[in-house]
């Protein structure tokens, strides 16, 4: 284990891969006292600091708009024994009135988000990797459902981002961890085999954790 008794997880994914839901399986099936989970998304830069594409439009699926510092200097305060507060990053949606959000120490550590592999330090610091992955005719149906119902976005608007954003940025910047996933979680129909294989070993861990306090 990487330092302490704290045992740290990556989960990546992309877009529409089914991240979201995995997730709310996991912590429907282990407390915040046993899986504190972090969101790759509340750690987003200012709107001044995202990349903008040719045509002025901001693409939040690079890299670049995340503040990786910021993730591993509380993944160090949890692992220390400190909780962590932080407010919801909402991607300047008038709509959404931002709540504060506080992870606390548990055994397991988990980090989700598209790009939680992609910066070096932090995917030194992780003990296990987990990729969700479906295929991307797949994945496309399901933002373009989850887009246009959802985020009442248009049809083209949605296959702008898809093409100019979100394509490239998997096949550069997530794609390529793939192979170096500890388990690779397929969901190109559903995950709930997978699902299982991921809480057994998360009981795996905890149970180890327990006998040495």
């Not at 996991?26 to 200012?46: A, H, M, P, R």
């Not at 045509?55 to 510092?69: A, K, S």
């Not at 119902?149 to 954003?165: A, C, I, L, P």
Request: aromatic share 10%.
């Amino acid at each position: 284990m990487a330092g302490t008794d704290t045992f740290l997880v990556g989960l990546a994914g992309g877009s529409a891969s089914g991240k979201t839901t995995f997730i709310r399986r996991l912590s429907e099936e282990f407390g915040e006292d046993k899986v504190c989970v972090i969101t790759q998304d509340n750690y987003y830069k200012g709107l001044s600091e995202q990349l903008r594409d040719e045509n002025g439009m901001v693409n939040f699926d690079h890299p670049t708009g995340i503040d990786f510092n910021r993730i591993k200097k509380d993944i160090r305060r949890l692992r220390k024994g400190d909780s962590v507060k932080l407010v919801e990053y909402t991607f300047n949606n008038p709509d959404i009135f931002p709540k504060e959000i506080v992870y606390r120490p548990a055994p397991i550590v988990l980090v989700e988000g598209l790009f939680v592999f992609a910066d070096k330090g932090l995917n030194k610091m992780y003990d296990y990797r987990l990729y969700i992955d479906a295929d991307d005719d797949v994945t496309l149906q399901r933002r373009i459902a989850r887009d246009t119902s959802e985020r009442g976005m248009t049809h083209d608007e949605v296959m702008y981002q898809w093409k100019n954003h979100v394509l490239p940025a998997y096949q550069e910047f997530l794609k390529p961890h793939k192979p170096d996933a500890d388990y690779v979680i397929r969901n190109t129909t559903n995950f709930d085999k997978c699902l299982a294989n991921v809480i057994a070993k998360f009981n795996e861990v905890i149970a180890q954790s327990s006998i040495k306090k």
